[in-house]
């Protein structure tokens, strides 16, 4: 379980020295997108369509902060994870096609996505759902946003972060997913419970 | 008119508190579920959550960026006047709340894809309305986050099968659910009355503290059965492996029809927001959860 500092842009051999359980900050541009800015981004790449900003080496995170706008200028107030599992249909494709480094989310994702980063170099580092100020107070500047027309939780925004974390790096690079590991565990406790609490 | 201001300013007062402010009970539990957890990296996960709430409290800003859906009961003493106009106070309150907290908008149409922008559209904020006698209107806010929210579950059993048959449901949900309500959640459970009424004593019973049991011994001991075999599987905060996965279970149901055996499980993370005050007939407000922390 060792502690690693990250600064974006984040090389794939930075990542590939990442293991599970270790503990990750990263200091840089992190980029929220949750359902819709997925679908949209992937969208835009088939049809050529740039995106509002070069994703490689950067950091992805699924959440939908609360934010506040003080003159011109947006604030975090809140920006925790929200749940990646819903992700996992677009984010192999976002992965091999946008070349991102790490995503940031809360609960895991699939098997398809650990292949992915398996397959070209990036890590799921799981964020403490609902430690939303925890994570805001590391958010130093809003520098932007962008596809504002998805609504406030589903828009891009753009974060400038400092020691964002603690992460856990729940996927590596190498096809470990401890979250996988912890849901064979817990199925492998079914049993007993079910004896615990007399249901045959 | 003052009246139905007096109620505007309770429904938000309460929305800010609940919020911010988690309730002692939920606090309480956290703290001791972080001394006894023994999992490495269970314990990094509550320590985030015991951090992130200082912080919520020494910046007032929401404890978690999901605010939820907003979900009022209302207990109405059938003397209280002007009951037609506190539905349009709360939906003031909620709209108010939305801009000056903040709160994250999170009220969409189902068929556009397009966010109201401040929490209210049809059938938002959720009231549930229930008629005491008397001349005070009690007012419970509960902030309900996505996450948990989708992972709530209603089904029928076999009435053969029995309270065997309900401790069965309730684990293979909680099983199912693993890592994605952000453990250690807060479980309520209920059965019988209908599809709708199991669905619904389920998440009312989530508004009762950590530190309150059922008071039938039967239905405490299920509780207690429960709870303790949700926590055998090893889930672990945030579903990242520990020995924490639930921090107390509620138990609640009605009777039911012979033929059918509904049962309930509402999920709560460990965000578990809620606020309670009571405005009394000369328009005094006492505050029943959170003092005067507003």
Redesign the interface.
Known sequence: ?ATYKLKTPISEEQIRKLKV?D?LYVTGTVVTARD?AHRRALEYFKEGKPLPLNLEGLVVFH??????KQGEKWIA????P??S?RMDIFEDEFIKNFKIRVVIG???MGKKTTDAMQKYGAVYG?F??????????AIKNVRGVEWFDL????AMWIFEVEEFG?L?V?IDSHGNN??A???K???E??Q???Q????S | MEAEKNVEDVAFNILKQAVIYLPDDVKQALKKAYSEETSETGKTQLKAILDNIELAEKYQAPVCQDTGTIIFYIKAGAKVKNLDKIESAVINATKRATKEVPLRPNAVDPFTGKNSGDNTGRYLPVLNWEMVSGDSLEMTVMTKGGGSENVCIGGMIVPGEGIKGVKKFVIDAVIKAGAQPCPPTILGVAMGGGADVSMKLAKKTLLKPLTEHNPDPEIAKLEKEIFEAANMTGIGPMGLGGKTTVLGVHVDYAYRHPASFPVAVSFNCWASRRATARINANGSVEYLTHKLKQ
């Open positions: 379980m359980n503990v819709q959440c939908g902060p609360v934010v506040a107030v809140a920006a925790g929200t749940t599992t809360k609960g895991g799981a403490t759902g609902g430690a939303a100020v925890l994570a805001a107070r609504g406030v939780p589903e603690p856990v729940a401890l979250f590991d912890v849901q565990t817990v199925e406790s079914k007993k419970i079910y615990k609490l007399g249901i």
